[in-house]
């Protein structure tokens, strides 16, 4: 069964707009950490952030933020004020600490900043 | 964070031909990941390779088709076996980093089956 849902394919969003992409979960363990890659067109794979399943707030870091809503087992990203270098394939990944301890990917957001 | 280069960067092969993947990592690390993702899809972990053991494989991955190395806790090793075309993805290398909040990936291996 699919345990990471991003539901929306593409995304287009205005240069200098945020950006809101998002993903569900499903687990049962209490322990997890959901994260944030960012795949370029050349297909590296860039780790953007980190939010665990037993952090009190929300990770932030830089113009990256995470909605992590636990009890809707949401962690969304939101990118603000996006530049043209933004433009990206966005996957949302989790890893179980007590149940394999290996990473899942969404199936990933292709976001288009327009100029 | 953790340096991790592989090689070949990209290759074109045969169909019944094998390919195998260098995963060089910077500093010491104990577990890590090959993950495939094939043209246009999200990545798929094929296994996992922790140092001193046998390899974990994922179901709808064998052994025999992607046999893989561990000799030490920086290098690994991914063949792609018996190639065909239905191979041609690209090929990551992953390690966790100082703790499990951390995972970072290779480059990628871009294989084109012919």
């Known amino acids: 069964a699919q345990k990471i849902t991003q539901t929306q394919p593409g995304m287009f969003v205005q240069e200098k707009e945020a950006v809101t992409l998002d993903c569900t979960y499903d687990?049962?363990?209490?322990?997890?950490?959901l994260f944030w890659y960012k795949q370029p067109s050349s297909g590296e794979m860039i780790f953007l952030i980190y939010?665990?399943?037993?952090?009190?707030q929300n990770a932030t870091e830089g113009r990256y933020s995470l909605n992590f809503q636990k009890a809707r087992k949401s962690a969304n990203l939101v990118i603000s004020a996006s530049q043209l270098g933004d433009s990206a394939m966005y996957f949302c990944?989790?890893?179980?600490?007590?149940?394999?301890?290996?990473?899942?990917f969404g199936a990933g957001t292709r976001l288009t900043v327009k100029p | 964070s953790a340096v991790i280069s592989q090689k070949p960067s990209r290759d074109i092969c045969q169909r019944g031909t094998s390919l195998t993947i260098q995963c060089q990592v910077d500093?010491?690390?104990?577990?890590m990941f090959w993950y495939r993702q094939q043209p246009g899809q999200s990545l798929t972990l094929i296994a996992t390779?922790?140092?001193?053991?046998?390899?974990?494989?994922e179901s709808g991955f064998v052994i025999d088709k992607f046999p893989i190395s561990r000799p030490n806790l920086t290098f690994s090793t991914l063949t792609v076996s018996n190639m065909s075309p239905e191979d041609s993805s690209i090929y990551l290398c992953?390690?966790?980093?100082?703790?499990?909040?951390?995972?970072?990936f290779g480059p990628g291996t871009r294989l084109t089956v012919t």
């Open positions: 500093s010491q690390v104990t577990m």
């Open positions: 990944a989790m890893r179980e600490y007590d149940n394999n301890n290996d990473m899942r």
């Open positions: 687990t049962s363990d209490p322990s997890y950490g």
């Open positions: 939010q665990g399943s037993y952090d009190q």
């Open positions: 992953s390690v966790e980093g100082g703790s499990p909040t951390e995972q970072y």
């Open positions: 390779a922790n140092q001193g053991s046998e390899a974990t494989y």
